[in-house]
């Protein structure tokens, strides 16, 4: 009596077992290609330029969505003399010592939100770099995130119209070229802030292992509002809070999910290698003489 590993091995021999075994290879092979050209596909979808809205933003993941209302779930900005205002006035009072230094000019370069330069400003807390050539995912989910992160605080920014600080103080500002804008946009929240603030959880959640370094940068850059003269206290802190919002909001979005596993990979693959170590010194210099 044949055993039963000789009886499936005829069988595998048998004209029928190798039409079988064939079209089972055959299906085999074609779902690997489907699987492959999807993931080539997502990895296309996650990486491609999006479309200008214009002022040098790009379509942010929710574009098109209904937009999350920040003047619904933001507190009122300080009124006038309240003690949350005397606490802002001493904060601002108390940078204008870090006018010139090494710290003024980081907030100076903090404020640049255009891109290449604003895909830079956590390369040290993350300890690699971050460009379209080399990390495309990465580029393009901070490219398009911040977006959602800084447009979400127009609401609450358009409903308080909060005066800046440099108007109230006339003292200067690090980026002067920017003063006559800044004079019609609201103090109140600071859009810088939620921008900062929304990266800082986002690359958190990418590389755990560096989450401490990336937080505490994302409140310095929060801070560097505040040096540059152009924000209060309050207005960052309502800005993170926006961010943060922004941030939970985006955790329901397909294409934000499918660019953050693909952004994943790419930390993997270079964390730790290639960080400008100059710039880095340079900045933990500034950091250090701010604090």
């Not at 574009?63 to 005397?86: H, I, K, M, T, W």
């Not at 904060?91 to 010592?97: A, L």
Request: glycine share 8%; net charge negative; charged share 20%.
């Amino acid at each position: 009596m044949k055993k039963s590993t000789d009886v499936l091995y005829d069988w595998g021999k048998s004209d029928l077992g190798m039409r079988i075994m064939k079209t089972y290879w055959i299906s085999l092979v074609a779902v690997w290609a489907v699987a492959v050209g999807t993931a080539n596909a997502a990895e296309a979808e996650v990486t491609a330029p999006a479309p200008g809205i214009g002022h040098g933003l790009v379509q942010g993941y929710l574009y098109g969505q209904q937009p999350l209302n920040s003047a619904d779930f933001v507190p009122a900005p300080p009124e006038a003399d309240s003690p949350r205002q005397a606490a802002d006035d001493a904060i601002s009072q108390s940078t204008m010592t870090l006018r010139g230094s090494l710290r003024w000019d980081l907030a100076a370069k903090d404020a640049v939100l255009t891109f290449p330069e604003a895909a830079g400003i956590f390369q040290c807390a993350l300890g690699m770099n971050i460009s379209e050539s080399k990390t495309p995912a990465l580029y393009r989910l901070l490219q398009r995130s911040l977006t959602d992160f800084g447009l979400a605080t127009y609401p609450a920014k358009k409903a308080y119209q909060r005066a800046r600080p440099f108007l109230s103080n006339n003292e200067a500002i690090c980026t002067p070229d920017d003063l006559e804008a800044l004079k019609k946009d609201g103090s109140y929240p600071s859009g810088h802030s939620a921008v900062g603030w929304g990266w800082a959880l986002t690359l958190s959640q990418l590389a755990p292992e560096r989450a401490e370094k990336i937080l505490a940068r994302g409140r310095a850059y929060a801070q560097s509002r505040i040096i540059c003269n152009v924000h209060w206290m309050s207005d960052t802190e309502a800005g993170m809070a926006v961010g943060a919002a922004a941030f939970a909001r985006l955790q329901n979005d397909t294409l934000f999910q499918a660019t953050m596993a693909v952004a994943r990979q790419e930390i993997v693959q270079n964390l730790g290698g290639d960080a400008d170590r100059k710039a880095c010194d340079a900045e933990t210099a500034a950091l250090n003489s701010g604090s």
